[in-house]
């Protein structure tokens, strides 16, 4: 049974090194095919030999540059929701019995960093800028196993468990 938040983090390690070799071949390709003139113009088998690389799948030569930008920031969000779980899944397998569930602090967690990064994101005007370098570190802490490792380890190097968790959404009725 202590075996399994280590292969946890294993998972966690493995996966954030695959998928940001992902990131970074997207990156590199979508930075090629800007500076490349008429790029985008070629046609897919054109793309691949001007590109030549085996780290990009074939279909990436099909997407259009709106494509390129619209398929990272899903892959993003598609790896931001991995590792949300796989982060679930590590707090749930190492909270001890009895103690409050940390599961609604991870998922404060996930909402209280991903509201400044999401403004980061939008006030960025290119890849460059200061604001856009905050919002990949916030994405990167998230796409990580600090969120978990924090909430599991901190509370019990000051020996004290988390606090429950008080909010819940009530109805009210209005007479």
């Known amino acids: 049974m202590r075996a399994i938040p280590l292969i946890i983090l294993i998972v966690m390690l493995v996966f954030g090194y695959y998928q940001e070799s992902a990131k970074v071949a997207l990156n590199e390709y979508r930075s090629f095919a800007d500076s490349y003139s008429g790029f985008y113009d070629s046609t897919p088998q054109e793309r691949s030999a001007i590109f030549n690389s085996t780290s990009i799948p074939f279909t990436i030569h099909l997407f259009s540059k709106s494509d390129l930008v619209l398929a990272k920031s899903a892959l993003s969000a598609i790896i931001l929701l ?94």
Not at 91 to 97: A, D, F, L, N, R
Not at 139 to 160: D, T
């Open 82 to 175: 991995v590792f949300f779980m796989l982060d679930a899944v590590f707090v749930k397998v190492t909270s001890p019995s009895g103690a409050p569930s940390a599961l609604p602090w991870l998922l404060l967690l996930y909402i209280g960093v991903s509201i400044p990064m999401s403004i980061f994101f939008l006030l960025s005007q290119t890849s460059a800028s200061p604001s856009y370098a905050v919002s990949r570190e916030l994405l990167g802490f998230l796409q990580s196993p600090l969120p978990s490792l924090i909430l599991v380890y901190i509370p019990r190097f000051l020996k004290s468990p988390l606090p429950r968790f008080k909010f819940s959404l009530k109805r009210y009725t209005s007479i």
